[in-house]
């Protein structure tokens, strides 16, 4: 073995490779090469036969990988299920899955229709499955309405009683002292008394207020509907949580694994963020707006790649993270989410014509007589149009031999 | 013929389109015509001169002379007319930028209303944005816009503005202190004309000379006859374009509008017929616009007019420029060959001579061709047309079907010359099946000229296409260029595709008896005599010397894993599991009994079966996908045209059926399956009863009914499950029907047990079948009947037989499913062609970074690896795990 600068052709083989090679390739090889108990030889044969594969499974230029892409998203979309419900094993949710879940994040909504937010917690709270419950009832929204069993009036009295499902208040983790503050703290009026008792069966707390004067004219004591609204506004009143965050579930982050994480219903990263319970690297949404809002425009490309990929899985259609990631990278590299389609994407194309050829065809016309604008025919549907060959692919290149010289 | 074209490509090629407003002036000057009449003919019959059929248009008719030019009909380009209105007339989508420039400038002066030094600022923005954002300037623009239409007195001139409203589609009017006033199209034209170079601001081009009093109509273009052709009926009378008639419209009310002014008409009747003039000016341009007129046929069809003739999925632009209809094509039923090459396709005797391909006459191939030109036109292989081209290389076209003298042309023919022929066995043709989804759906055939009136195409690649053979048609197109057809046979053939760039894994493969035909010839217990041997291996095309046979008493027998041998590598290697290792007959390693565990080694199948798993299309990781990506796809090819041959061959020798013994259940287990479904029902029962009490306890987030219904269901399809187990167990799992369903062949053991003992319950939307009647599915049942059969749960399989009802509610589950894929089909598609538009502008440069055609940059490497899928281990550029088992394996050849 002959040895040039003190390197072994094994190390210099390791060397080429660690510069040709991605990271996490060379670093899988490595391992499984060093641990195979090849020969010398057999290791470096191996190396370089990776080094080969790796390089013989390059694109080549020209390769039209958006189309590509395009079709293999596309192409399995027919064998999508349409259903808009799908279970996915979680007991208490319905997630939108399938092809409506899909055409939902291409489109970019705003809102997806269940949105969701997987809430992963620090140690002690990830461990214990009380304390993550504890961590879930401190973000749950919840207002008077969730714990309130009923409110009793009576016409021309000032004073009302509001009856407290006992039951409730202790799912909720709401004490009546909170319940007091709040009706304080939103001026509803005067409590006069705090009672246990036992209401259609349920035990409860009766609570009864002498309602303020603003909120129940002296005029108004004999008219139900003012009741009425006092009720409701009583029943909005705000007690905790987290603003949007609807329903929430304590769950295993995986089957067995004695590590628990929060689902909720309802997206509001911002806040969610802000809990020390709560692990900020891993906790995330499926409202690519909102990460991209609050955590950045890469975040949401990520997360648009995870979403369209989950997506996928979840149908058990196999298409490439390649093409996923080419939709994802369309839609946020200028630098703000872009729908795919006539109001993203597509719609913002330079060139008239395949503007028009997409959707609305004659209001691009006309306005890009007015805008004065130039079609350059550089993109595909363009050419199309003019008869002339798109540049991609072959088309890409645009060196040609000459015409033959004369009387050569 | 292909040099003119190639000359056409390099001499006109189109640069650019630069779109503006059409101005009056160069109305004028392009017009050959004015139109005074609404008329088209005289009463003779002649077109009315100064009407919409005046010869001036330009020549349209065989023989016809163009007065203006003096061409025939073929030559003659077409020349516009023009209609000069009485009183001018807003175009309809101009009045939005119409409103914007109302809104934003003087009523005085002209001026945008900003001061100037915030002019000259934005100007600036705007002139950069304009260069490398166009979307954002149009953005930006009408933010100044409102800006600007919020001051309430002209900053330049002081002159107080006035709020502008629009109506649309055509009106405008101003809130002036005295009231609202409408503007006419006079008023705003001449406002129009007080702006200046700061519109650029408010995204109107006046850079390029254009002027935005130019949107409001004083002259009409009237486009030349070609563009509004009229027909001739077959009982003689004229029909003209729909376009005419809008004209001929314009132009009446025109001539009335100008009577009217003429004769110093009250100017309240000035003012309707102008009204009406702008109302049919504007159908002309768009009949669809809303709260406008729309201009009929005979009051019973709306005119299609300009609008209608681009817009949507067959007008102009989608219809006839994105997507074009072409020559050269032929479609037909397709059939089935598995004898012809996977890169072939049979074309039928009749298509191969009605599409021709044009072949130059070189010294090499005169021969050849003369002899196609003797066989003339309708005997294959022969020539439909000759081109005999002079010195100067022009061509003299002979039309073979209309002389006799074949043999004489042939004679003729000299090298220079072009001949369109017959298609011929080893041209390339394009095959293609709709919906073309991928790139698979479109590929290069050889074309293989055959008897009968079908397309054959070899049944290996059929998942590429998605086809069948229950009267699916099938395209084909015919390359005219000797760049096209190097494309085809570099880029398009079919074994090019065996691997998918979607997963990274070949889409194509057998299915079906191509399945069942593998297991059959390599599983243990299948041997051959030499008579099946010669068989299947005459049938793979195999020249090679027979190998040793594995049995020699009481005669020589070979082993199906020695014939699949031959036709691999040699070096060849390979691990894996099978679909049937499932089970009982799992083999988690080599050393396994049940031969569910594959293993290749040095190009020998030396144990485990050949199924779905090792051969089938779209799966990735198999024997196929290997030898596609280690040995070429030439040598995938080969592997497809000889041993999936013997497969199917195998299976013909072996014979698998399938028969009502297969699913037909002892009365033991029929007995079993009774008291199972009892069992169940009674809990089904036990669950309602213990909902009326209230005893059932709601799962969280759910109401009560719905956690009864769910409790139900998985009640039930236990039950399901069950019986499956006992019908597996009491059928023989080696008969024909399981061993399609364990090799993958085709159906499931759910589908088994269906057919054998039970159908279970019948869902639609994912729940019960609870619609119908008042408490009840169908009246067959009682009211609130708490049993499952009358909800949907199905007790009998087919075998059995259904009772009606049970009937009724599968095809109640049968429908949902026909329904989901109408509804579904529309969605994807429509969503496949946004995304193809978004990303088709997309490529992978000579640097490696993927940019669209204007040069940004999407990706800085293409999938941050640079790696095609398509030549991928399922995704993994690299599988390393392969790669050391090849090693070891070599180092262990060479130690022996």
């Not at chain 2, 504007?282 to 669809?288: F, K, R």
Request: one cysteine or more; proline letters at 5%.
């Amino acid at each position: 073995m002959s040895k040039k600068n003190g390197e072994s052709p094994y190390e210099r083989l390791k060397r080429k490779a660690a510069e040709i090679l991605p990271q996490n390739i060379y670093q899988d090889l490595i391992d499984k090469v060093e641990a195979s108990g090849l020969s010398e030889e057999g290791k470096q044969r191996v190396i370089e036969e990776a080094i080969r594969q790796y390089l013989h499974a390059q694109v080549q230029p020209g390769e039209a990988v958006g189309t590509v892409a395009a079709q293999s998203i596309g192409e399995p979309g027919t064998q999508m299920t349409l259903r808009t419900f799908h279970f996915t094993g979680i007991v208490e949710f319905d997630v939108t899955l399938g092809l409506p879940r899909l055409i939902e994040i291409v489109d970019a909504k705003r809102e997806p229709s269940t949105p969701l937010t997987y809430i992963y917690l620090k140690e002690p709270w990830r461990s214990d499955e009380a304390k993550a419950r504890e961590v879930a009832r401190k973000i749950e929204y919840t207002t008077m309405e969730k714990i309130i069993e009923d409110i009793d009036y009576q016409l021309g009295d000032r004073v009302i009683t509001i009856v407290l499902d006992k039951e409730r208040l202790e799912d909720k983790g709401v004490t009546v002292d909170q319940v007091v503050k709040a009706l304080k703290k939103e001026k509803i009026g005067e409590v006069l008394s705090i009672e246990e008792g036992e209401y259609k069966g349920k035990p409860v707390i009766f609570i009864d207020v002498e309602v303020s004067e603003k909120l129940l004219p002296e005029e108004s004591l004999l008219m139900p509907q003012s009741f009425h609204s006092v009720n409701e506004k009583i029943k909005k009143i705000y007690l905790k949580g987290i603003k949007g965050i609807k329903r929430i579930s304590v769950r295993e982050e995986e089957e067995g694994s004695g590590k628990f994480m929060l689902l909720a219903e309802g997206n509001n990263l911002e806040e969610i963020l802000r809990l020390q319970e709560v692990d900020y690297r891993r906790t995330r949404s499926n409202n690519i707006h909102e990460i991209a809002r609050v955590l950045g425009i890469e975040a949401a490309r990520n997360a648009l790649i995870d979403e369209i990929m989950n997506v996928l899985k979840e149908a058990g259609l196999d298409v490439d993270i390649r093409h996923v990631m080419i939709v994802a990278d369309i839609m946020t590299w200028s630098g703000a989410i872009r729908q795919i389609g006539r109001l993203g994407v597509a719609g913002e194309k330079p060139s008239v014509l395949a503007r028009a050829a997409f959707e609305v065809t004659v209001k691009q016309l006309y306005e890009a007589a007015v805008t004065g604008e130039l079609e350059r025919f550089l993109g595909v549907t363009e050419n199309i149009i003019a008869g002339l060959p798109p540049r991609v692919g072959t088309g890409a290149v645009l060196l040609r031999m000459g015409k033959p010289a004369r009387n050569g | 013929m292909s040099m003119r074209l190639m000359q056409f490509r390099e001499t006109n090629v189109l640069d650019s389109i630069k779109f503006g407003v059409l101005s009056p002036q160069e109305i004028r000057k392009l017009a050959r015509v004015t139109v005074v009449r609404g008329e088209l003919y005289e009463a003779d019959g002649t077109p009315v001169a100064g009407g919409l059929r005046d010869p001036h248009f330009g020549a349209i008719e065989p023989g016809e002379r163009c007065p203006v030019c003096g061409n025939n009909r073929e030559e003659c380009p077409g020349h516009f007319g023009k209609i000069e209105l009485a009183r001018p007339v807003l175009i309809p989508h101009y009045t939005d930028f119409i409103y914007n420039i109302l809104q934003a400038t003087c009523r005085v002066c002209g001026r945008v209303r900003l001061p100037d030094q915030k002019i000259r600022y934005y100007m600036s923005i705007m002139e950069r944005l304009r260069v490398r954002w166009p979307q954002l300037a149009k953005v930006f623009s009408k933010q100044i816009t409102k800006e600007a239409a919020q001051e309430t007195r002209c900053p330049h001139c002081g002159a107080q503005q006035y709020k502008i409203t629009y109506i649309k589609p055509l009106f405008f009017y101003e809130k002036r202190p005295e009231g609202d006033v409408r503007l006419n199209p006079i008023e705003i034209r001449s406002r129009l004309e007080l702006t200046g170079d700061d519109l650029i601001l408010l995204g109107f081009d006046v850079k390029s000379g254009n002027r935005p009093e130019w949107m409001v109509a004083t002259v009409l273009i009237v486009p030349p006859l070609a563009v509004r052709p009229s027909i001739t009926l077959e009982t003689g009378l004229r029909a003209e374009d729909d376009l005419t008639h809008a004209l001929a419209e314009i132009a009446r009310q025109n001539e009335r509008v100008k009577q009217f002014i003429a004769t110093n008409a009250p100017e309240t009747m000035i003012e309707d017929a102008w009204m009406q003039l702008q109302y049919i000016v504007a159908a002309y341009i768009d009949n669809e616009l809303p709260g406008a007129y729309r201009l009929t046929h005979r009051r019973k069809r709306n005119l299609k007019t300009l609008a209608q003739r681009l817009k949507g999925k067959e007008g102009r632009l989608r219809g006839n420029l994105s997507g074009k209809r072409v020559n050269f094509s032929a479609r037909t039923v397709i059939s089935p060959d598995p004898y012809i090459s996977i890169n072939e396709v049979g074309v039928p005797e009749e298509i191969a001579k009605t599409l021709t391909k044009a072949v130059r006459v070189t010294p090499w191939n005169l021969e050849e061709i003369r002899r196609y030109v003797r066989n003339g036109p309708y005997k294959w292989p022969g020539a439909v047309y000759v081109y005999i081209v002079d010195e100067k290389g022009r061509g003299r076209k002979i039309d073979l079907r209309f002389r006799k003298d074949w043999d004489k042309i042939a004679e003729q023919l000299k090298p220079g010359d072009i001949v369109e022929r017959h298609l011929i066995n080893g041209d390339i043709v394009l095959f293609n099946r709709q919906p073309s989804l991928h790139r698979m759906s479109m590929m290069g055939h050889i074309v293989r000229v055959m008897p009968g009136k079908t397309f054959r195409l070899n049944l290996l690649v059929c998942p590429p296409y998605n086809a069948d053979f229950d009267g699916d048609e099938m395209n084909l197109h015919v390359p005219r260029l000797e760049e096209a057809e190097a494309e085809a046979r570099g880029l398009l053939l079919v074994e090019k595709h065996i691997l998918t760039p979607r997963y990274g894994g070949p889409i194509i493969g057998g299915r079906q008896d191509y399945v069942s035909g593998a297991y059959l010839m390599t599983v243990k217990t299948s041997y051959f005599s030499k008579e099946e041997v010669s068989r299947l291996l005459s049938i793979s095309g195999y020249e090679g010397e027979l190998p040793e046979p594995a049995i020699l008493k009481p005669g020589p027998y070979w082993t199906g894993k020695q014939l699949f041998s031959l036709f691999l590598p040699n070096d060849f290697y390979f691990e894996g599991l099978s679909k049937i290792n499932a089970g009982d007959l799992k083999c988690s390693g080599p050393e396994c009994f049940h031969d569910s565990y594959i293993v290749v080694k040095h190009g020998r199948l030396l144990e485990g079966v050949l199924d779905k798993k090792a051969i089938a299309a779209e799966e990735p990781n198999n024997v196929l996908h290997m030898v596609a990506l280690e040995y070429g796809n030439s040598e995938a090819r080969k592997l497809l045209d000889s041993v999936y041959r013997s497969f199917i061959r195998s299976l013909e020798l072996k014979g698998l059926t399938m028969s009502l013994a297969d699913i037909d259940l002892p009365p033991e287990a029929k007995k079993l399956i009774a008291e199972k479904v009892e069992e169940y029902k009674k809990q089904v029962l036990g669950l309602i009863e213990k909902y009326r009490k209230g005893a059932l306890e709601p799962i969280p987030g759910r109401t009560l009914e719905e956690t009864l219904e769910k409790s139900i269901m998985d009640v039930l399809e236990k039950l399901r499950q069950e019986v499956q187990e006992i019908a597996a167990n009491y059928l023989d799992p080696f008969n024909d029907v399981f061993i399609m369903a364990r090799t993958g062949a085709r159906g499931s053991e759910v589908n088994i047990a269906q057919m054998a003992a039970m159908l279970g319950q019948q869902a639609v939307r994912g729940k019960r079948i609870k619609r119908g009647f008042r408490k009840r599915a169908l009246p067959h049942f009682k009211p609130d009947d708490p049993n499952p059969e009358a909800w949907g749960f199905v007790r009998n399989g087919f075998r059995e037989g259904l009772r009606p009802t049970e009937m009724f509610f599968h095809a109640a589950a049968g429908r949902e499913g026909l329904v989901d894929t109408a509804v579904k089909t529309s969605q994807s598609g429509y969503m496949q062609r946004r995304l193809i538009n978004a990303l088709q502008d997309l490529y992978v440069t000579y640097d490696g970074t993927v940019r669209d055609s204007w040069g940004n940059i999407v990706q800085f490497k293409y999938g941050e690896d640079g790696v095609d899928p398509m030549l991928t281990y399922h995704g993994k550029s690299v599988d390393v795990d392969r790669l050391i088992e090849k090693a070891k394996l070599e180092e262990a050849a060479t130690r022996q």
